[in-house]
């Protein structure tokens, strides 16, 4: 079982970026799936986290410009970012409850310069 995050990139403040993340392998259920984020010197903190229901919650410094949404069917967790500012750059983290725990992504670089 693996996570495969995409959609990092080199974006100007004020911009966008969508980040995907994919579940494959063989498994049995897929519950919370969230994201994390961790910048050069800083612990790795959680972004945002979506129950299988599509209950969310958000870091208070992503809140009204990040948003996390999934497709069951596809086992897949987006996190569309807008309003891009330097202090969000990162390495971004898929992780999700698979089975009976949980899977980290490899991470994808964010990083927001002018």
């Known amino acids: 079982v693996q996570l495969v995050e995409s959609g990092g990139g080199s974006v100007q403040p004020g911009g966008s970026l969508r980040l995907s993340c994919v579940a494959s392998?063989?498994?049995?259920?897929?519950?919370?799936m969230a994201w994390f984020r961790q910048a050069p010197g800083k612990g790795r903190e959680r972004v945002a986290i979506?129950?299988?229901?599509?209950?969310?919650n958000y870091h208070d410094a992503v809140k009204g410009r990040f948003t996390i949404s999934r497709d069951n069917d596809k086992n897949t967790v987006y996190l569309q970012m807008n309003s891009l500012k330097p202090e969000d750059t990162a390495v971004y983290f898929c992780?999700?409850?698979?089975?009976?725990?949980?899977?980290w992504g490899q991470g994808t670089q964010v990083t927001v310069s002018s």
């Open positions: 992780y999700a409850i698979i089975g009976v725990g949980p899977v």
């Open positions: 979506i129950s299988r229901g599509g209950a969310s």
């Open positions: 392998g063989r498994f049995s259920s897929l519950d919370v």
